[in-house]
C-alpha cells in the first residue's frame, strides 16, 4: 500500500491549464495502477484517469483530449494535465492507487486515497 500526497490545485481561469501532481511513499508503486477522480460540489466522486502498470491510459469521456495522465516510476509520481479547463471541471480531485485499480467495481475498495486538491475554473 502507497501513502498519497496531491499538489498542484487552485484557481484558473476558463481555458487554462493546470498540471496536479500526487506523489507517493511506500513501497510498491511502480506495480500500483494509479487513477484521479473528482467530486464537483454537491456531487459523488467520480472517476477520470487511470494508468496501468505499463503505462496505458484511461479517461471519462468528458475529459478525452483535454487531460494528460501519466507516471514517473523513478519519481514515484503520477500527473493529471489538464487543459482547455471548463467550469464543470471545478471539483477536488482525488489521487488513488490500487495494484488492481482499474478492475475495482467499488472506490471502497481501492487501496490508497490523497486528501484531495481543490481545481476551481473562473470565468
Known amino acids: 500500500q502507497v501513502q498519497l500526497v496531491e499538489s498542484g490545485g487552485g484557481l484558473v481561469q476558463l481555458g487554462g491549464s493546470l498540471r496536479l501532481s500526487c506523489e507517493a511513499s511506500g513501497r510498491g508503486f511502480s506495480n500500483t495502477e494509479m487513477g484521479w477522480f473528482r467530486r464537483a460540489p454537491g456531487e459523488e466522486r467520480v472517476f477520470v484517469a487511470a494508468?496501468?502498470?505499463?503505462?496505458?491510459?484511461y479517461y471519462t469521456e468528458s475529459v478525452k483530449g483535454r487531460f494528460t495522465i501519466s507516471r514517473d516510476n523513478a519519481k514515484n509520481t503520477v500527473y493529471l494535465q489538464m487543459n482547455d479547463l471548463k467550469h464543470e471541471d471545478t471539483a477536488v480531485y482525488y489521487c488513488?492507487?490500487?495494484?488492481?485499480?482499474?478492475?475495482?467495481?467499488?472506490?471502497?475498495?481501492?487501496?490508497?486515497w490523497g486528501q484531495g486538491t481543490q481545481v476551481t475554473v473562473s470565468s
Open positions: 488513488a492507487g490500487d495494484p488492481a485499480l482499474l478492475e475495482t467495481e467499488h472506490q471502497s475498495d481501492i487501496d490508497s
Open positions: 494508468i496501468d502498470r505499463s503505462g496505458n491510459t
